[in-house]
């Protein structure tokens, strides 16, 4: 079965943006996909800052992103773009670090005005990384995703039902990927 990695780039524990990724790992789980999170907050902060390709905690988390047959671009939107922590995962992954695998973003901020950050800023990153598909994903309003009191979150049925079509298409889309893999397998193409 297809591996899924999630890079949350987040750098608050607390984020609404748990309440999305909970949502959709939930969903990807339940079809029998393998999932691995990068807390890109949890990563050592001097590895990252200054590409330490030495630090084997960075290099496990670039090492997960290219086993990955999906990629889960998970992130806040801060000033109309996501978050310097992302960025600075991204910027350490390889040139071609996407290349051939399905993408999936998946942001939250403060208002609808930013939803366009992912279309102006993410995409292109990721097309520099090699990446060629792109899945539309989902931007969502902080006010759609409530923080409870036992630490859980309640997502809007508008968010659930954006986040199922999003995870559907991007785990029929690595169904597919998976399916040409071993057909190409099967017939000698490389």
Same mark, same amino acid.
């Given at each position: 079965?297809?591996?899924?990695?999630?890079?949350?780039?987040? $750098?608050?524990?607390?984020?609404r943006l748990n309440g999305i990724?909970?949502? @959709?790992?939930?969903?990807?789980?339940?079809? /029998?996909?393998?999932?691995?999170?990068?807390?890109?907050?949890?990563?050592?902060?001097?590895? =990252?800052?200054? @590409?330490?390709?030495?630090?084997?905690?960075?290099?496990?988390?670039?090492?997960?992103?290219?086993?990955?047959? /999906?990629?889960?671009? @998970? /992130? $806040?939107?801060?000033?109309?773009?996501?978050?310097?922590?992302?960025?600075?995962?991204?910027?350490?992954?390889? !040139?071609? *670090?996407? !290349?051939?695998?399905?993408? =999936?973003?998946?942001?939250?901020?403060?208002?609808?005005?930013?939803?366009?950050?992912?279309?102006?800023?993410?995409?292109?990153?990721?097309?520099?990384? *090699? *990446?060629?598909?792109?899945?539309?994903?989902?931007?969502?309003?902080?006010?759609?995703?409530?923080?409870?009191?036992?630490? /859980?979150?309640? &997502?809007?049925?508008? &968010?659930?039902?954006?986040?199922?079509?999003?995870?559907?298409?991007?785990?029929?889309? =690595?169904?597919?990927?998976?399916?040409?893999?071993?057909?190409?397998?099967?017939?000698?193409?490389?």
């Amino acid at each position: 079965m297809s591996k899924i990695v999630i890079i949350a780039g987040s $750098p608050n524990p607390g984020s609404r943006l748990n309440g999305i990724l909970e949502y @959709a790992e939930k969903v990807w789980k339940e079809k /029998g996909f393998g999932i691995e999170t990068v807390r890109v907050a949890e990563l050592p902060a001097s590895a =990252l800052l200054h @590409a330490d390709f030495k630090n084997a905690e960075l290099l496990r988390a670039i090492a997960s992103v290219e086993e990955a047959d /999906g990629v889960v671009i @998970a /992130g $806040p939107v801060y000033k109309a773009s996501y978050s310097g922590l992302l960025k600075s995962f991204l910027d350490v992954l390889p !040139q071609s *670090g996407l !290349q051939g695998k399905i993408s =999936l973003p998946l942001f939250i901020g403060g208002t609808i005005a930013h939803l366009l950050s992912v279309e102006y800023a993410l995409k292109p990153v990721i097309s520099a990384l *090699g *990446g060629r598909h792109v899945l539309a994903g989902v931007y969502a309003v902080d006010q759609w995703v409530e923080k409870l009191e036992n630490g /859980g979150f309640q &997502l809007t049925e508008e &968010l659930k039902n954006r986040l199922d079509r999003a995870a559907d298409e991007f785990a029929e889309e =690595l169904s597919w990927a998976e399916y040409r893999k071993k057909n190409r397998e099967q017939a000698g193409i490389a």
